[in-house]
């Protein structure tokens, strides 16, 4: 069993939509949770990250832990075309720079 | 400034070959990592470095991967005898000192071995 597992989609939305992105971990050391954007042939950026539980909100960007259930959400408001991207969740044991990555989910939003 | 810079962008070798990708970090940036992104696949960990500590190379498949960072900054990252198997994009990363949590990537190198 993978540490991150990730659904690969592809997702595709139209304009405007709400968009879901999820994944589950196995490690309960894990205490830093990131979001990458990966454009096509470029490197990930990072796109927002949470420390423990919680949820934190970035413009239209909103990101949830819930380390009971060992669940880690995205949430795109108003996608755009822009957005259309591959997400990778990355978590992180504290004191530890390993990131283990899940297989990213790629997104189209179409206009 | 100057973001992570990889070279070449995309390299075409033989079967057995050696390879030699290039990475150069943000200025002032002390952790250095490299992944590698196979077709569909999240990324792999291979090998980081930290300042003057020894690297951590727990992620390297086989002993044809070796890796070296010289005067805390360039690191290069060889592929010996290669095999089709390790095609893939080989992405190189860098942090500041504890935050790794705050990784900033390079644009990768395409490797295809043929």
């Known amino acids: 069993q993978k540490e991150v597992e990730q659904d690969p989609g592809p997702l595709s939305v139209p304009e405007g939509a709400i968009v879901s992105l999820n994944c589950t971990y196995s490690n309960s050391a894990f205490q830093y949770f990131m979001w990458y954007r990966q454009y096509s042939r470029k490197g990930p950026e990072l796109l927002m990250y949470?420390?423990?539980?919680g949820n934190k909100e970035d413009g239209r960007f909103t990101a949830q832990v819930d380390k009971s259930s060992k669940y880690i959400s995205l949430f795109i408001r108003d996608s755009q075309p822009s957005d259309s991207a591959t997400y990778l969740c990355a978590p992180e044991a504290d004191n530890d720079y390993k990131l283990s990555f899940g297989a990213g989910t790629t997104v189209t939003v179409r206009a | 400034g100057a973001g992570v810079s990889q070279s070449p962008s995309n390299k075409v070798t033989e079967k057995g070959k050696d390879v030699e990708l290039r990475c150069d970090p943000i200025?002032?940036?002390?952790?250095l990592y490299w992944y590698r992104q196979s077709l569909g696949q999240g990324l792999e960990f291979l090998i980081y470095?930290?300042?003057?500590?020894?690297?951590?190379k727990s992620g390297l498949p086989s002993d044809r991967f070796s890796a070296e960072r010289t005067g805390g900054s360039v690191s290069t990252l060889t592929i010996q005898r290669t095999q089709q198997e390790d095609s893939a994009v080989y992405l190189c990363a860098s942090s500041v000192l504890d935050r790794a949590y705050e990784q900033y990537f390079g644009p990768g190198t395409r490797l295809t071995v043929t």
């Open positions: 200025s002032g940036h002390t952790a």
């Open positions: 949470t420390y423990s539980s």
């Open positions: 470095f930290q300042g003057n500590s020894a690297p951590d």
